[in-house]
C-alpha cells in the first residue's frame, strides 16, 4: 500500500477528486490533500478532510496546527507517490520553471527520487499555447509524467482536449503505473576475475547508476529483476541474484532474457579473465609477476544472438577517449536498440559518483544529451526512451 499526496488545483475539473480519494482509500492506500487557494474556490477542504480523515494543507505558514513541521517538505518525505489533479496551467508553468510561491509548488521543489503524475485540466487553447506546451515537455524531460487530457466537452462550452481524465481512470494510472506488465532485466556493479583465492582483478563500478535504473522502474509499476555483481547496495528492495565473474553474469542473464522485454546492462563487465587461477595463494618472488588473460564473452553479443524484435537491449557504453565512435561502433556490433555513453575519466560524474551526464544514441541516429543531473534523473531519462523504444516496437 502506498502513501499517496494529492494537490488539488484551481481549475473547475476539481470536483472529481473527492472520487478518486474515495477509490484510493477503498483500495487501502494512504491519502492526504494539498490544495492551492484558489482550489479552495472550487470545491471546500471540509469535502476533503471528511473523506480523508485528516487536516488538508493548504497556507505553508500556518504554525498553530503543527508548529514543529513544515508541510512542503514534510508532505513530500511522506509521500511515495505524488499526484497534481487538476493541474491548472498556472500551476504546471510554475512548476516547470522552478517557482514556489505557495504550498503546492513550493513542495514541489522539494521533490527528488518520487514518481509525480500530472494531469492538466484546461480549455483547450491553453492547453495548445506554445508555452504551455513547452512547459510540458520542460516536465516529461525531468521525467514527470504528465498524461494527456481527454478530449470533449469543457466547462468553459467549448470542445476539444482539456477535460480531466475521469478519476476511476486516474486511479487506474497511479496505482499501476507506467510500466505495468513491462518486464525488465537490469544488471549492475562490477564483476570480480579470481587471481587466487584472495586476489581478483575489478573495476570501479559501484552500481548507483543501475540501482537508479531498478528503482525508477519499481517506482513505475514495471516488473523487474535485477543481477547484480559485487556492490555495498541494499538490493534486498528487488529481486534479484548476486554473481562474481562475467561468466557468472553471463549465464544469469543468457538463462533469463527470453523472459524479459527489456534489457538495460549497466554492469561494468570484465573484459578479460585469468587464464590460470591459482588454488593457492601467489607468493611474493620476482619483481614482475606475468599473468596471462584471455577474453570473456561478450554478453552482448551474445544476447544479440537470441534477441527477438520486440524486445529492446539497452547497453551502456563507459568510455575515457573517443567516447562517440567507441558507442556507435558498440550500437551497430551488438544490434543495440540504445546506447547510453558515459565519460568515466571525469571524477564528478560516472563511476561511484551520484550525478551522472550521458548521450543517449537510437539505431535511428537519434541523439540525445542529458546534461549533468542526478542519477536518477538519468534513469528516467534512459528508462523511458527504452519504453517508448518498446511500445513503438510492440503496438
Ligand atoms: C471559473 C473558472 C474556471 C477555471 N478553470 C480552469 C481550468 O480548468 N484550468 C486552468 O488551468 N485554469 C482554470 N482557471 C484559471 C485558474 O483558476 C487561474 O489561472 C488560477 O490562477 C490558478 O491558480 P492555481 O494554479 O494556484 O490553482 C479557471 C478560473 C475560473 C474563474
Request: charged content about 30%; proline content about 3%.
Amino acid at each position: 500500500m502506498s502513501n499517496f499526496l494529492i494537490f488539488i488545483t484551481g481549475g473547475i475539473a476539481a470536483y472529481k477528486i473527492p472520487t478518486l480519494c474515495r477509490l484510493l482509500i477503498k483500495a487501502g492506500h494512504n491519502v492526504k490533500v494539498g490544495m492551492t487557494e484558489n482550489a479552495t474556490k472550487f470545491i471546500t477542504p471540509l469535502t476533503f478532510e471528511s473523506l480523508i480523515k485528516n487536516r488538508v494543507y493548504i497556507d505553508d505558514f500556518i504554525t498553530d496546527v503543527e508548529p514543529d513541521s513544515i508541510d512542503h517538505i514534510d508532505l513530500i518525505e511522506w509521500a511515495d507517490k505524488i499526484i497534481i489533479a487538476p493541474c491548472t496551467a498556472n500551476t504546471l508553468s510554475k512548476i516547470a520553471n522552478g517557482i514556489g510561491d505557495n504550498l503546492v509548488t513550493s513542495a514541489m521543489l522539494v521533490v527528488k527520487e518520487k514518481p509525480v503524475y500530472i494531469f492538466p485540466s484546461m480549455n483547450s487553447n491553453m492547453y495548445d499555447n506554445p508555452i504551455i506546451q513547452e512547459n510540458i515537455s520542460k516536465l516529461r524531460r525531468i521525467g514527470y509524467t504528465v498524461f494527456e487530457p481527454d478530449e470533449g466537452e469543457l466547462a468553459c462550452k467549448t470542445e476539444g482536449k482539456g477535460r480531466l481524465i475521469e478519476p476511476e481512470e486516474i486511479f487506474q494510472l497511479v496505482t499501476e503505473g507506467k510500466f505495468k506488465g513491462i518486464k525488465f532485466l537490469v544488471t549492475l556493479g562490477p564483476t570480480k576475475e579470481d587471481i587466487d583465492p584472495v586476489r581478483y582483478i575489478s573495476n570501479w563500478s559501484s552500481g548507483k547508476m543501475g540501482y537508479k535504473i531498478a528503482k525508477y522502474i519499481k517506482d513505475n509499476g514495471g516488473e523487474l529483476f535485477v543481477v547484480a555483481g559485487d556492490v555495498c547496495l541494499d538490493l534486498s528492495v528487488f529481486p534479484h541474484v548476486r554473481v562474481k565473474s562475467a561468466e557468472d553474469m553471463y549465464r544469469e542473464v543468457i538463462s533469463r532474457f527470453q523472459n524479459f522485454d527489456v534489457l538495460i546492462m549497466t554492469a561494468a563487465v570484465a573484459d578479460y579473465r585469468v587464464k590460470d587461477i591459482a588454488a593457492k595463494k601467489i607468493k611474493k618472488s620476482d619483481e614482475i609477476l606475468t599473468l596471462e588473460l584471455i577474453k570473456n564473452k561478450d554478453i552482448l553479443y551474445e544476447v544479440s544472438k537470441i534477441k527477438k524484435d520486440k524486445q529492446i537491449v539497452v547497453g551502456f557504453a563507459a568510455e575515457t577517449d573517443d567516447l562517440m565512435r567507441n558507442a556507435l561502433d558498440k550500437l551497430n556490433k551488438k544490434k543495440l536498440d540504445m546506447i547510453v555513453v558515459n565519460d568515466v575519466s571525469r571524477s564528478d560524474i560516472g563511476f561511484g559518483a551520484d550525478d551522472n551526464e550521458v548521450t543517449i544514441f537510437l539505431t535511428n541516429g537519434e541523439k540525445i544529451e542529458t546534461g549533468k543531473q542526478s542519477k536518477y534523473n538519468i534513469a528516467k531519462r534512459v528508462v523511458d526512451t527504452a519504453y517508448q523504444l518498446f511500445k513503438s516496437k510492440n503496438e
